[in-house]
């Protein structure tokens, strides 16, 4: 079986400062993940994916990932939030038929 | 740009009503997804094909069915609306096992 968990519903971060938000999973063989962001009353756009290779992927808007796979994680990163990065994150693995439940990053000006 | 279009942003229903969700996508995709979205809960599957005429079941198929005559049009129907499928319905396309998925804007469903 395939899952994925994000931990925290929300996360707050000032702007200007790095933000991470967390997700761990659960994958049986090559681990495919994904990183989805949600903005109000709009479908999800696509991030960045780890298919295989390097550690850190980079993605679109200034966003990285991190692989680890001895921590089953691959959490979201930014060096510097912006007040428009406020939005509904979902991480995902596999063919897309697994999410997680979704964390609501509020950048505060 | 890829493009999933959803016929409705909106939509009100009555309990007991048949309802159709239409989402045609314009990239000769073979993979075709319909997902609820609910506060907590994340995404959940309903559907999906993975190619025409093709259909299989996800985590929540329970009242829901699908249809998808041709590659680019993919409907989800609620056979018999029910105040527990009020929700937001999103569906997706995307090539290969491997690849992103490309998003519809949405559709709220409210059934009163």
């Known amino acids: 079986a395939q899952s994925v968990a994000q931990p925290e519903d929300q996360v707050n971060v000032a702007e200007g400062n790095p933000l991470t938000v967390k997700c761990t999973y659960s994958?049986?063989?090559?681990?495919?993940l994904f990183w989805y962001v949600q903005y109000p009353n709009r479908g999800l756009q696509f991030l960045l994916k780890?298919?295989?290779?390097?550690?850190l992927v980079k993605g679109s808007y200034g966003f990285e990932a991190e692989f680890n796979k001895s921590q089953t994680s691959f959490h979201l990163k930014k060096p510097s939030a912006l007040v428009s990065d406020s939005a509904l994150y979902f991480c995902?693995?596999?063919?897309?038929?697994?999410f997680g439940t979704g964390t609501s990053l509020t950048v505060i000006p | 740009d890829v493009k999933v279009t959803q016929s409705s942003r909106y939509l009100v229903k009555r309990t007991g009503e048949k309802v159709f969700l239409e989402c045609v996508q314009d990239?000769?995709?073979?993979?075709m997804f319909w997902y609820r979205q609910d506060p907590g809960l994340g995404l959940r599957l309903i559907y999906f094909?993975?190619?025409?005429?093709?259909?299989e079941k996800g985590d929540i198929p329970e009242g829901y069915s699908v249809s998808r005559e041709k590659k680019e049009r993919f409907s989800l129907i609620l056979e018999s609306a029910s105040t527990n499928q009020t929700s937001m319905y999103l569906c997706?396309?995307?090539?290969?096992?491997?690849?992103?998925?490309?998003f519809g804007q949405g559709t709220r469903l409210t059934v009163v």
């Open positions: 995902s693995c596999g063919n897309q038929f697994y």
């Open positions: 780890y298919i295989t290779g390097d550690n």
């Open positions: 094909s993975y190619d025409v005429k093709m259909k």
């Open positions: 990239m000769d995709h073979e993979n």
């Open positions: 997706a396309s995307k090539t290969g096992p491997n690849t992103e998925a490309f």
């Open positions: 994958v049986s063989g090559n681990p495919y």
